[in-house]
């Protein structure tokens, strides 16, 4: 079964600082996908990024970088000069990639982050 | 393009009483998928529709909660009778047909009360 842990219930930081969101996941699949989803306070969930199990490559967009480490079985997202507009709940979640061969099937997610950012 | 659209934002009901929550996916997406988050914890699948077809409907916690999808196009999920426990959010989620990308599209989701 596949299972994805955030450890990190609730994170607080001051604007400006960088911040790790920490996600730790198992599969018993070679092929997956990884994903990391922003809920904002308006509620719905807004996609941040995926990764492909094969590409372990790290990968910045803007302030945002992530680090998958296929060994240690992380996907650990890191925010660089934090702002208050980041303060939301952050889940990872994994694929279940053998959902009737043609599409990737349902998602397995962590139990959120909530992260907030004082100014 | 729009994006996913669920109705309504919010409902309050009594233990017993039926509710019937509405998902419309992205057009053109074949793949429509409900979760559930209770309680501040993950948030659970329920099933996946590919089409008008239950593809998987592992997550579905018991015979009251029944989901279909008529014609491949919108979706609803009936919670019948409902009980304190069914109370969470409710998310829709689609995705475009084929494996190429994974990502999937949430909607705003349905906070349910059961009172």
């Given at each position: 079964?596949?299972?994805?842990?955030?450890?990190?219930?609730?994170?607080?930081?001051?604007?400006?600082?960088?911040?790790?969101?920490?996600?730790?996941?198992?599969?018993?699949?070679?092929?997956?996908?990884?994903?990391?989803?922003?809920?904002?306070?308006?509620?719905?969930?807004?996609?941040?990024?995926?990764?492909?199990?094969?590409?372990?490559?790290?990968?910045?967009?803007?302030?945002?970088?992530?680090?998958?480490?296929?060994?240690?079985?992380?996907?650990?997202?890191?925010?660089?000069?934090?702002?208050?507009?980041d303060s939301a709940v952050y889940f990872c979640a994994l694929?279940?990639?053998?959902?009737?061969?043609?599409?990737?099937?349902?998602?397995?997610?962590?139990?959120?982050?909530?992260?907030?950012?004082?100014? | 393009?729009?994006?996913?659209?669920?109705?309504?934002?919010?409902?309050?009901?009594?233990?017993?009483?039926?509710?019937?929550?509405?998902?419309?996916?992205?057009?053109?997406?074949?793949?429509?998928?409900?979760?559930?988050?209770?309680?501040?914890?993950?948030?659970?699948?329920?099933?996946?529709?590919?089409?008008?077809?239950?593809?998987?409907?592992?997550?579905?916690?018991?015979?009251?909660?029944?989901?279909?999808?008529?014609?491949?196009?919108?979706?609803?999920?009936?919670?019948?009778?409902?009980?304190?426990?069914?109370?969470?959010?409710?998310?829709?989620?689609?995705?475009?047909?084929?494996?190429?990308?994974?990502?999937?599209?949430?909607?705003?989701?349905?906070?349910?009360?059961?009172?």
């Amino acid at each position: 079964a596949q299972k994805v842990t955030q450890a990190q219930t609730e994170i607080s930081v001051v604007e400006k600082e960088d911040v790790t969101l920490d996600c730790v996941y198992e599969t018993r699949d070679t092929t997956y996908y990884l994903f990391w989803y922003k809920q904002p306070p308006s509620g719905e969930l807004v996609f941040l990024i995926r990764r492909n199990s094969f590409d372990e490559q790290n990968e910045i967009s803007g302030r945002y970088s992530w680090n998958f480490q296929k060994s240690t079985s992380s996907f650990n997202f890191t925010i660089t000069a934090s702002q208050v507009v980041d303060s939301a709940v952050y889940f990872c979640a994994l694929s279940d990639p053998n959902a009737g061969g043609t599409s990737y099937g349902k998602l397995t997610f962590g139990q959120g982050t909530i992260l907030t950012v004082h100014p | 393009e729009a994006g996913v659209t669920q109705f309504p934002s919010h409902s309050v009901i009594e233990k017993g009483q039926t509710v019937t929550l509405r998902c419309d996916p992205i057009s053109g997406h074949d793949n429509l998928y409900w979760y559930r988050r209770v309680m501040g914890k993950e948030i659970k699948f329920l099933l996946h529709f590919v089409k008008e077809s239950k593809q998987d409907e592992s997550g579905m916690p018991n015979n009251r909660f029944l989901a279909e999808r008529t014609g491949g196009t919108y979706s609803t999920l009936k919670v019948q009778p409902a009980e304190l426990e069914d109370s969470g959010v409710y998310f829709c989620a689609s995705s475009p047909p084929g494996r190429s990308r994974g990502e999937q599209f949430f909607g705003p989701g349905t906070r349910l009360t059961v009172l």
